[in-house]
């Protein structure tokens, strides 16, 4: 299929031929490559006549995304966050982040999180629990 993009598209027109069931348009997966985002198994390249699209569309609910592959698979990722047709049975992990996302593991397997971190979250954790922990407190 063809990269060059002579007559660009915008959000709307694509819309359009999606409505109308044109049949110009084409959804096609990317080859697997090794550093291919496992996002796109919930996605699908836009292509119009065979032209690659600067959009992607969510296979579970069809919202057309903007995507280019220079700036990555965020769009991807907080889509997928959000999607609404997502399976409510779902691995929540998928959903929240959790704090090894922002602290990486240390090459020898140890938590990289700041003790002070660490501190003001336990903090905040105990305090949430007292204060909720009083019924309908006036």
Same mark, same amino acid.
């Given at each position: 299929?063809?990269?060059?993009?002579?007559?660009?598209?915008?959000?709307?027109?694509?819309?359009?031929?999606?409505?109308?069931?044109?049949?110009?348009?084409?959804?096609?997966?990317?080859?697997?490559?090794?550093?291919?985002? !496992?996002?796109? &198994?919930?996605?699908?390249?836009?292509?119009?006549?065979? +032209? /690659?699209? $600067?959009f992607i569309i969510c296979d579970s609910c069809k919202?057309?995304?903007?995507?280019?592959?220079?700036?990555?698979?965020?769009?991807?990722?907080?889509?997928?966050?959000?999607?609404?047709?997502?399976?409510?049975?779902?691995?929540?992990?998928d959903q929240q982040r959790k704090i090894n996302h922002?602290? !990486?593991?240390? &090459?020898?397997?140890?938590?990289?999180?700041?003790?002070? +971190? /660490?501190? $003001?979250?336990t903090s905040a954790c105990v305090e949430f629990v007292?204060?909720?922990?009083?019924?309908?407190?006036?």
């Amino acid at each position: 299929m063809s990269t060059a993009n002579p007559t660009p598209f915008n959000k709307r027109d694509i819309e359009r031929l999606i409505e109308e069931k044109n049949t110009s348009i084409s959804y096609v997966k990317p080859k697997e490559t090794q550093n291919m985002s !496992k996002c796109w &198994s919930q996605f699908s390249q836009i292509y119009i006549a065979n +032209i /690659k699209q $600067d959009f992607i569309i969510c296979d579970s609910c069809k919202s057309i995304l903007v995507y280019k592959s220079s700036t990555g698979s965020d769009c991807m990722i907080s889509h997928s966050r959000s999607c609404q047709t997502k399976e409510k049975h779902s691995d929540s992990s998928d959903q929240q982040r959790k704090i090894n996302h922002y602290y !990486k593991l240390t &090459s020898s397997g140890k938590n990289n999180v700041p003790k002070l +971190i /660490k501190n $003001d979250i336990t903090s905040a954790c105990v305090e949430f629990v007292v204060q909720d922990g009083r019924a309908f407190h006036y």
